[in-house]
Each structure stands twice: as C-alpha cells, then as structure tokens.
DNA sequence: ATTTAATTTGACTGAATGGTCAAAAGATTT
DNA sequence: AAATCTTTTGACCATTCAGTCAAATTAAAT
C-alpha cells in the first residue's frame, strides 16, 4: 500500500502551498517535509503543477463531505448557511494554529496566483467552483419556497454572489492575517447579502 | 532624468506581476522586457521585493487619482458607487485587452500570494484597503444622511463588507479569466449588499 | 522459487534564480 | 578642464529550480 507517499507528498503540499504559494514553495522542499525523494515524487505526479491538480482534489473532497451535511436539505435552509459560515471559521482558525497565518480558501489562492499561468488549473477551479455553489443555489431554492427570501430572486446569481463574497472575505483575513473581521461579521454581511431579515436569524449558536 | 529608467521597471513588473505573479515572474524577465540591465535594477531597488511595494505605490497612486474625482462629495452617493463599478469593469476591460487575459485586482492578488511570505507586504496592502474603504465608508454616510440606507448601518463594517465583495469577484473573474459575470451582475449585487432599494438605482448610464 | 511488476533511491543535469561588483560612461559641479 | 557624483553595463556567483534516470529494493503473481 504505497498510496501511503503519494498521500504524505499531497497533505504535505496543502500545506506548504496554501500557507506561501505555488510558485514560492518548490519541490525539494515538499520532498523534505514529506520525507520522500525526488525520484519518488516523479513517479507519482508527472509534474509540480499535476501535485497540485491533485491537491484540490483532495481538498475539494474534505469540503465535500462536510457541506454534505451542513447543506443537508433535513437542515433549515437559513441554519445551513449558519453552519458553513462556523465551518469556514473553525477550519480558518484550526490552519492558523497549525500553520501560524490566517491562509483563506486554498483554491482560490491558488486559482488566482495560476490563473493566467496555467489554464487547465483555471478550468479545475471553475469546476470546484460550480460545485460549490449548487449548496447555495439549492439553499437559496429552499429559502424562497419558505418565503423567506423574495420569490424573484436570481438563486444562480446570488449564490455566485455569496461565493465571491466569502472569498474576499477570506483574502482580506489571509492580508490582514487576521480573523476578528470575518469571527464578528461574516455571518451578519452574508445574510444582509441575501436579503435574510433579521427576524429569521437564529441568535443561538449552532454546532456542525 | 533617469526616473525614466525606474519607471520603466516598475511598470514592466505591474504588467508581468499583475498577470502572472510575483513569484512566477523573475528580476530577469522583467529587466529584459524593460530593457534595462539587471546592475540597473538593483541599483534602483535593493531587492525584488522592493521593487513589488513601489508597484503597489504606483497602482495606489493612479487609483486615487479616478476615486477622488468618481468619490467627490459633490456626487450623489449612488452615483458614486455606481461611477467606481463602471471604472473597475472598464478598467478590467483594458487590462484583459492589453495583457490577454482577465487580472482581477493588482493589490490583493500580490497581497494575497505574499501575506504569508513577506509581512511588509501583507502591513503596506492593510493601508492600503484602509484607504479604499475610507472612500466608501464617506459615501454610506452620505446614503445615511440622504435617508436612503438605514441610520443603524455600521458604515465601517459595510466599508469592509463592499471591499470584499469586490475582491472576491474578481477574483473569480480572473480565475474564470471572464467578465460576463461582473458586468451583469456586480453593480446589482453591490447595491443589495449594501441595502439600495431599487427605486434609488438610476437606470441610465453614466459616465465618469 | 522465479518471474514480473511496482516502488524507492540518490546521484545527476542544464537552465534559471536573486543578487554582486568593478569598471566604464554620462552628468553636474567646481 | 578637472573633479565629483550618478547611472549604466556586462560579466560573474552561489544556490536553487524542475525534472531525469538507471540501478536497487520491495512486493505480487506465477
């Protein structure tokens, strides 16, 4: 079971990119971290920028299960993005404490340091992209079938509205290295960008 | 006069660095594009890293000069948001002309590969959006004092909300190296964030 | 037990990296 | 015209880079 290396060289390398960059971490330096030779690495990935293909994966994949349960259609509609903006807050402070910097959404560091570098990086993340905001979209569908939010809204394009919102908010975190912003009023900015009046927020905290 | 020379680098490196990325573009490359000698650089700048926070001074500079004229007091409020949406995509219109593919924003794509690599850079980008947001944080009071948005909005933390929101789109504009989104949507999505009825939008096109 | 296939190793390559430096050339001042 | 200061030049350096490869090791299949 030689997965084993492959997986060490991928975890090792969500690490070192999403803390500095793609470009300013290399391949030795994984290599060392992970424990693993050269000649290794190049028996499982063809390329750095293929590891790092397979890192968003892998990334894409941890996402997957917890949204599965947060985006849960048995949840409130209204609680589910409750409970994704405490996911988001609790993973940014848990990869602080590890890695000692606030490091926002590792795909879209990465997607807009390889934008215009690498085109088939730039296709993968629209990809992730558009997985992601189907939790919204359909989140948005429920809110609206409970009459919480206006019958005429544009679910597809709100929910690309909240993606990119939470995405700047967690650059300026990764900027400013600082997650006081986003703990304080990501949650209340995000229902304001919804349309959710107050009477429907829940002020209890909820647990994933 | 040799700023010639200096100016020279700094906006070959804009260009390089804005649609690659700093780690992605060497002290050679951008030399050899300026034509200038690599003594030269180093003779202007003691570091290449020193050469990426005067192009944020540059890019900061030139921006100030469009957001004191598009965030005059003498504007109507509205206007005025409605005037920097039309200079962002304009100016992203131009880029994507000149440099061949969709660049998002110069300051938190540099900022956002370097927070963790370089802490000067990650304190020079804060001041940097501190002085940006203080240009919306001036118009939402005006909204307030004009009676169009509530007088509980916390101007400050909607400031910040607003930056964000515009930096989260384009990034994913420059990772799905497309406009279309921004053009239809961002101006909408902006005024719902911050709480503009509709009737206060105006629907003719305005020119900055 | 032997063949076959998958994995690991470590030394290697050539190009590119950020940065240095002394000397030449050009300006400015005296 | 001589002396001083600024700018430009191009050769140079040690290091690091992504990637290669043949040989050694280990595991699986026959």
Same mark, same amino acid.
């Given at each position: 079971?030689?997965?084993?290396?492959?997986?060490?060289?991928?975890?090792?390398?969500?690490?070192?990119?999403? !803390?500095?960059?793609?470009?300013?971490?290399?391949?030795? &330096? +994984?290599?060392?971290?992970?424990?693993?030779?050269? *000649?290794?690495?190049?028996?499982?990935?063809?390329? $750095?920028?293929?590891?790092?293909?397979?890192?968003?994966?892998?990334?894409? /994949?941890?996402?997957? +299960?917890?949204?599965?349960?947060?985006?849960?259609?048995?949840?409130?509609?209204?609680? !589910?993005?409750?409970?994704?903006?405490?996911?988001?807050?609790?993973?940014?402070?848990?990869?602080?404490? &590890?890695?000692?910097?606030?490091?926002?959404?590792?795909?879209?560091?990465? *997607?807009?340091?390889? #934008?215009? /570098?690498?085109?088939? +990086? %730039?296709?993968?993340?629209?990809?992730?992209?558009?997985? $992601?905001?189907?939790?919204? &979209?359909?989140?948005? !569908?429920?809110?609206?079938?409970?009459?919480?939010?206006?019958?005429?809204?544009?679910?597809?394009?709100?929910?690309?509205?909240?993606?990119?919102?939470? +995405?700047? /908010?967690?650059?300026? #975190?990764?900027?400013?290295?600082?997650? %006081?912003?986003?703990?304080?009023?990501?949650?209340? %900015?995000?229902?304001?960008?919804? %349309?959710?009046?107050?009477?429907?927020?829940?002020?209890?905290?909820?647990?994933?």
């Amino acid at each position: 079971m030689s997965t084993d290396t492959k997986s060490k060289l991928i975890n090792t390398a969500i690490e070192l990119i999403w !803390r500095d960059s793609y470009n300013a971490v290399s391949v030795d &330096e +994984i290599c060392k971290k992970a424990d693993v030779k050269k *000649g290794s690495f190049y028996h499982y990935f063809p390329s $750095k920028a293929h590891l790092a293909l397979e890192t968003m994966d892998s990334c894409m /994949q941890e996402i997957k +299960i917890h949204y599965d349960d947060i985006f849960s259609p048995t949840r409130d509609p209204v609680d !589910r993005f409750s409970l994704m903006i405490c996911y988001v807050i609790d993973q940014q402070k848990k990869i602080l404490k &590890e890695l000692g910097h606030v490091c926002g959404c590792p795909i879209a560091t990465l *997607g807009s340091e390889l #934008a215009a /570098q690498d085109a088939t +990086i %730039g296709t993968k993340i629209t990809g992730i992209c558009k997985k $992601k905001t189907a939790y919204y &979209e359909s989140a948005l !569908r429920d809110l609206v079938a409970a009459g919480i939010i206006g019958a005429d809204t544009n679910v597809a394009v709100k929910a690309d509205e909240i993606f990119a919102f939470i +995405i700047g /908010q967690l650059i300026m #975190a990764r900027i400013n290295n600082d997650l %006081g912003f986003i703990e304080h009023n990501l949650e209340r %900015g995000l229902f304001d960008l919804i %349309g959710i009046k107050k009477q429907n927020r829940k002020s209890e905290k909820l647990t994933v």
